[in-house]
Nanobody, 125 residues
Framework: QVQLVESGGGLVQAGGSLRLSCAAS????????MGWFRQAPGKERELVAG????????IYADSVKGRFTNSRDNAKKTLYLQMNSLKPEGTGVYYC??????????????????WGQGTQVTVSS
């Protein structure tokens, strides 16, 4: 059984940085897509960033391009999201997610096989 455990959330001022981590276990992960979704209060869960486990191909939401970096450590089976220049609209619960079949040019929350428990990120203005 795949398990995803996030850490690294917290409160930060606008313009600051945070790094989220997601420790993955229970799966081969070869060929998987791994990534982060964000759910703001009253809104649907949406993709922030995704990475193909093997080849490292990445996709990002337009709103975070140039500010966020999604990476993985294959040996540690850990996914990272480095978030710089954070904005108040980045506030929400960030969920680590995986799809056994990877992803294409887009990745929606309906195409997730496993979710982490989520970690809260609050960006104050």
């Amino acid at each position: 059984q795949v398990q995803l455990v996030e850490s690294g959330g917290g409160l930060v001022q606008a313009g600051g940085s945070l790094r989220l981590s997601c420790a993955a276990s229970g799966g081969p992960f070869s060929g998987y897509g791994m990534g982060w979704f964000r759910q703001a209060p009253g809104k649907e869960r949406e993709l922030v960033a995704g990475i193909r486990w093997n080849r490292g191909r990445t996709i990002y939401a337009d709103s975070v391009k140039g500010r966020f970096t999604n990476s993985r450590d294959n040996a540690k089976k850990t996914l990272y999201l480095q978030m710089n220049s954070l904005k108040p609209e980045g506030t929400g619960v960030y969920y680590c997610a995986t799809n056994r079949n990877g992803f294409g040019s887009i990745w929606t929350s309906r195409e997730v096989h496993y979710w982490g428990q989520g970690t809260q990120v609050t960006v104050s203005s």
